[in-house]
């Protein structure tokens, strides 16, 4: 594709060479001479200026001239772009594989595929050009929105409902019971988990990640949400729309986490807490039981505390050894003086 075109489809302009033919993707530091690449950040503005690269995609006020540049307001989501262009994924046969099982009351739409191994229960529900990757399961009246994808291995309990054009990596587990025991008599029974998982559109849910059904209800996942790998989104959780969660954290039962809240990974978050729309949760930071998150807050560590506080809470930290040599020296002190005054 020449430079030109790619400006042209991105709706940005270039400079230099538009002719250029660009045919591949690579990271700033590795492009060559047929390779699009892009600059956001410093550590790549310093990269620039020996690289390789083709074509750049940089910002406006990125200064190097002589070369062939594309120049966008956000040179990190223009490339994501490009490369769905220059790169586009795998295409698919549609159809059912010889070796899948369909049960014969399972609606599939037209153009989906259906991998060897893989078992669509009865009522489920399929929609047009979704693919089903090889060894999946479909529970009985699950759904499946158009456009789908389900990497090999994902497992999609009964009655759970996703979203159009929803990624699913290999190992997802979605609408296993959730973890509600009661103690009677001395030993534990199990609460019947006789809810639902519902999920939205646009949703991507990493490896081996678990999204357990509720107990009553829902546990509701929004629309654009983004889960990482190894996340656990336990019974009646409700996750709003477009929140961002990295890996290795865990949503205890009845957590709410309002729109656009942004969660790092290895988080753990009490029962019935809620993080309310904007607000940031640090990695490793572990939110208590039926805490509120305001809004448009940052908070870091265990228990979560407001980024400044902790920050001081460290700098202090890193003050003790310090401070136990003043406080030695001074009981030091106080000794030589008592001692004196004895002496007198």
């Known amino acids: 594709?020449?430079?030109?075109?790619?400006?042209?489809?991105?709706?940005v302009t270039f400079e230099g060479d538009g002719e250029k033919e660009i045919t591949g993707?690579?990271?700033?530091?590795?492009?060559?001479?047929?390779?699009?690449?892009?600059?956001?950040?410093?550590?790549?503005?310093?990269?620039?200026g020996a690289s390789s690269a083709g074509c750049l995609i940089v910002p406006p006020e990125f200064l190097n001239p002589g070369r062939t540049l594309i120049r966008a307001p956000e040179p990190r989501t223009a490339f994501a772009r490009a490369v769905a262009r220059l790169v586009p994924s795998p295409g698919h046969e549609p159809g059912i594989h010889p070796r899948a099982w369909v049960d014969e009351t399972a609606e599939l739409g037209p153009g989906v595929s259906v991998g060897p191994g893989a078992s669509i229960g009865e009522g489920a529900r399929i929609g047009a050009g979704t693919r089903i990757g090889p060894g999946c399961a479909i529970g009985r009246r699950a759904a499946v929105g158009e456009g789908s994808l389900l990497h090999a291995g994902v497992r999609v309990y009964d009655d759970v409902e996703i979203g159009k054009r929803a990624i699913l990596h290999s190992g997802c587990v979605i609408g296993a019971d959730g973890f509600g025991f009661v103690l009677a008599g001395g030993r534990y029974e199990k609460f019947p988990q006789v809810g639902r998982v519902v999920i939205g559109d646009d949703v991507e849910i990493g490896a081996n990640s678990c999204i357990d059904r509720a107990a009553l209800g829902v546990t509701w996942i929004g629309d654009?949400?983004?889960?990482?790998?190894?996340?656990?989104?336990?019974?009646?959780?409700?996750?709003?729309?477009?929140?961002?969660?990295?890996?290795?954290?865990?949503?205890?039962?009845?957590?709410?986490?309002?729109?656009?809240a942004i969660i790092g990974g290895?988080?753990?978050?009490?029962?019935?807490?809620?993080?309310?729309?904007?607000?940031?949760?640090?990695?490793?930071?572990?939110?208590?039981?039926?805490?509120?998150?305001?809004?448009?807050?940052?908070?870091?560590g265990t228990p979560a505390r407001p980024l400044k506080?902790?920050?001081?809470?460290?700098?202090?930290?890193?003050?003790?050894?310090?401070?136990?040599?003043?406080?030695?020296?001074?009981?030091?002190r106080i000794e030589r003086i008592e001692a004196g005054g004895r002496a007198l």
Request: net charge neutral; glycine share 12%.
């Open 224 to 260: 654009g949400v983004k889960l990482d790998n190894l996340v656990h989104v336990a019974h009646n959780c409700r996750i709003g729309r477009h929140v961002v969660v990295a890996a290795q954290t865990g949503f205890s039962g009845g957590v709410v986490v309002e729109d656009f």
């Open 309 to 332: 506080e902790h920050l001081e809470q460290l700098a202090n930290l890193a003050r003790l050894p310090e401070l136990r040599r003043e406080f030695a020296e001074l009981k030091r």
């Open 266 to 300: 290895q988080v753990g978050v009490g029962d019935k807490a809620r993080i309310e729309t904007g607000a940031v949760i640090g990695s490793g930071s572990g939110i208590l039981s039926s805490k509120v998150v305001h809004g448009g807050q940052v908070l870091w």
């Open 25 to 48: 993707v690579a990271a700033v530091e590795s492009a060559g001479a047929a390779d699009l690449s892009f600059v956001s950040g410093r550590k790549a503005e310093r990269s620039a």
């Open 1 to 11: 594709m020449r430079v030109r075109e790619l400006a042209d489809w991105l709706g």
